[in-house]
């Protein structure tokens, strides 16, 4: 607020002396329009002869002043001199277009290298003598020196200046107070954020702080809610996956063990494959972690979506788990629309959302049941879905086993608890709707007991392109 202020001060000054000059100038303008209108009257046309009656008593008045110096010249038609200062400057052409007439103009010029103001004005001779129409121009001109001018203007500069020196440095300091008083609040607010520790997310306290700054410590304070919520998330991650790899690594760890101690073969043999179990288990659990990091990262990851086949995406996705299909005695079927349907996504996650729904319905599959992977449009909507015919899912249980490590109690299946909170995230960077319902082709012959699943994910309708665009 300083430097502004510093700057306008001197451009205040300026203002006021142009101003102060004007205003100097207005009075003794009067006065030389005064004079040249008395000398103007005293200009008559004498048998074709311009003449000057001013009598020597008035020329001693018109040059009467003891600051400045006073000039006259009258001139004729042809601009021959008739009287006064013979050496004044005559006007321009261009000022002489401007005076045509009878009123006085004003200009700026010098006379004898002193700068002088120069009032001036044409008197039509012809109709002072009442002959003829055309006109007979003479000149009158009275210049001045700019001393008293000058001198009026110092005066009212030094009435406006002189205040402002004790006024300026007032403004200052109240300035210096009045933003110290009104930022010490904000001062007060840094040290208090300063002095906090790394892990205190605790909402800022927004009394103490002016009115103006409500709103960012409000938003700063919905930021620290989301920040505190998405570490606590993080933090019970962690703590989830630790727990979850104690288990096969200590079955590793014990199947080792026993391994050492065995002698038999056939002993050291099971341990073996016990132990390639486990070691299977801790590797799929860590893939699925990675799995779902990835998805979660996605949006940081600032990848684009691109356009993908999701009939095309899914038959892929399918030839990855024929053979476990057949090991696991289940019927995976496939079924597509005639036309294609294509939606906005990244490849590679989509692929791992498809995975993993097709890895959880055969597990939860018994053998001689059957998976079917289904592409179609629900209106426009494209829709994926994964049906089953196990044991399906409770109504209660529905939205819990979206969340990461949950397991249904009593399901006997292999798992970690992690595959549909892979598929929930992956669905929600696509913007998706994902659901689960009991399958309605399930409930028949000898399955009848078993309601069976289907889970649906909803895409949004892929913009159709402009045809009119570039």
Do not use: C
């Not at 933003?179 to 954020?193: F, H, K, V, Y």
């Not at 860590?286 to 995406?313: I, S």
């Not at 397991?407 to 669905?427: D, Q, Y």
């Amino acid at each position: 607020m300083l430097a502004p202020l510093l700057l306008l001060w001197p451009m205040s000054i300026a203002i006021t002396y142009l101003v102060a000059k004007s205003i100097a100038n207005q009075p003794f303008d009067h006065a030389l329009e005064d004079s040249v209108t008395v000398l103007a009257q005293q200009v008559v046309d004498t048998d074709g002869k311009v003449v000057s009656r001013l009598p020597g008593s008035a020329r001693d008045i018109l040059r009467a002043d003891d600051v400045d110096n006073v000039y006259f010249q009258i001139t004729g038609p042809r601009a021959e001199y008739v009287d006064g200062d013979r050496d004044l400057p005559a006007p321009t052409e261009e000022e002489r277009e401007r005076a045509f007439g009878p009123s006085v103009r004003f200009r700026n010029d010098s006379m004898r290298g002193t700068p002088v103001r120069v009032a001036y004005s044409y008197v039509n001779l012809r109709l002072v003598a009442a002959r003829g129409d055309e006109p007979r121009l003479a000149l009158v001109q009275v210049a001045e020196t700019l001393d008293k001018r000058a001198q009026l203007a110092n005066e009212i500069i030094k009435g406006v200046i002189l205040p402002q020196f004790i006024i300026l440095p007032i403004v200052l300091a109240l300035v210096w107070l009045a933003l110290a008083r009104g930022l010490s609040p904000l001062a007060q607010l840094q040290e208090r954020i300063r002095a906090r520790r790394p892990d205190d997310l605790s909402p800022i306290d927004s009394r103490q702080v002016p009115e103006e700054i409500s709103p960012l410590v409000g938003s700063l304070n919905d930021m620290l809610g989301r920040l505190s919520h998405t570490i606590d998330m993080q933090k019970r991650f962690i703590a989830d996956a630790a727990h979850q790899m104690k288990t096969p690594l200590a079955g590793m760890r014990m199947q080792s063990e026993l391994a050492l101690r065995q002698r038999s073969p056939d002993e050291i043999h099971h341990s073996l494959i016990q132990l390639a179990k486990s070691s299977e288990s801790a590797t799929r659990l860590v893939n699925q972690l990675l799995a779902l990091a990835r998805a979660e990262n996605q949006p940081q990851a600032g990848l684009a979506f691109e356009t993908v086949e999701l009939a095309a995406l899914a038959r892929a996705t399918l030839l990855d788990w024929v053979q476990a299909s057949f090991v696991q005695q289940i019927d995976l079927g496939f079924e597509q629309p005639d036309g294609s349907v294509e939606i906005a996504g990244n490849a590679m996650m989509l692929r791992e959302l498809l995975s993993n729904l097709i890895d959880n319905a055969l597990r939860y599959t018994p053998a001689g049941g059957s998976v079917t992977v289904r592409v179609r449009r629900d209106g426009i909507d494209p829709v994926l879905e994964v049906e089953d015919t196990g044991p399906g899912i409770a109504p209660a249980e529905r939205e819990r086993v979206f969340e990461r490590f949950y397991r249904i109690l009593g399901s006997g299946a292999a798992g970690s608890g992690l595959g549909l909170a892979i598929v929930r995230e992956i669905g929600h960077q696509h913007d998706a709707q994902v659901e689960v319902f009991n399958n309605p082709r399930s409930g028949s012959g000898m399955l009848k007991k078993s309601p069976g699943s289907l889970f649906r994910v909803t895409f949004p309708t892929l913009d159709a392109p402009d045809d009119d665009a570039d």
